[in-house]
T-cell receptor, first 111, second 113 residues
Framework: EAGVAQSPRYKIIEKRQSVAFWCNPISGHATLYWYQQILGQGPKLLIQFQNNGVVDDSQLPKDRFSAERLKGVDSTLKIQPAKLEDSAVYLC?????????FGPGTRLTVT | GDSVTQMEGPVTLSEEAFLTINCTYTATGYPSLFWYVQYPGEGLQLLLKATKADDKGSNKGFEATYRKETTSFHLEKGSVQVSDSAVYFCALSGMNTGNQFYFGTGTSLTVIP
């Protein structure tokens, strides 16, 4: 079974630039999550999708972050404009029931 | 709200030493409890889980028992190897959290030969 795919794996941008991350969950997994993991911390949930609907986006900084999951399969997370404090690993996870499967993450560096 | 508290690291052990990483939780209802492991440069991988009180999760020599009376889920391994060097995260999830996961801050383990 293929795992959760994410791209790119690494991205370096300057502050105020835009960036987008892509996630393809495990086939058949209805729930998809985006997390932000700052160095030395645990993952923090940004947004949770159930199929193509948003379940929880209470911790998503909506002034600069946006996410969509058109067709209820793959998803994109966008940051516009980026700030220095956005430097982190962005993890995508999917689940069928209660066990989450994580992708390898995208490491974002904002300079 | 629901939360997880892990012992802080980093932890450095010699090969074949005994490992304990403490984890306690605060939750309404009866969450499922998890340990995830993150190797350098990789995403999180599920190590083990327990879904109800007194359950013991185990995998690759690691064990953790769901203790409702002490709200704990401590990770243990009798003899660590160099390959166990990684960051370990305790997490909880449940219907009361909308199936959201709450992670601890992680404990970095380094095993030296």
């Amino acid at each position: 079974e293929a795992g959760v795919a994410q791209s790119p794996r690494y991205k370096i941008i300057e502050k105020r630039q835009s960036v987008a991350f892509w996630c393809n969950p495990i086939s058949g997994h209805a729930t998809l999550y985006w997390y932000q993991q700052i160095l030395g911390q645990g993952p923090k949930l940004l947004i949770q999708f159930q199929n193509n609907g948003v379940v929880d986006d209470s911790q998503l900084p909506k002034d600069r972050f946006s996410a969509e999951r058109l067709k209820g399969v793959d998803s994109t997370l966008k940051i516009q404009p980026a700030k220095l404090e956005d430097s982190a690993v962005y993890l995508c996870a999917s689940t069928l029931s209660y066990e989450q499967y994580f992708g390898p993450g995208t490491r974002l560096t904002v300079t | 709200g629901d939360s997880v508290t892990q012992m802080e690291g980093p932890v450095t052990l010699s090969e074949e030493a005994f490992l304990t990483i403490n984890c306690t939780y605060t939750a309404t209802g009866y969450p499922s409890l998890f340990w995830y492991v993150q190797y350098p440069g990789e995403g999180l991988q599920l190590l083990l889980k327990a879904t109800k009180a007194d359950d013991k999760g185990s995998n690759k020599g690691f064990e953790a028992t769901y203790r409702k009376e002490t709200t704990s889920f401590h990770l243990e391994k009798g003899s660590v190897q160099v390959s166990d060097s990684a960051v370990y995260f305790c997490a909880l999830s449940g219907m009361n959290t909308g199936n959201q996961f709450y992670f601890g801050t992680g404990t970095s383990l380094t095993v030296i030969p």
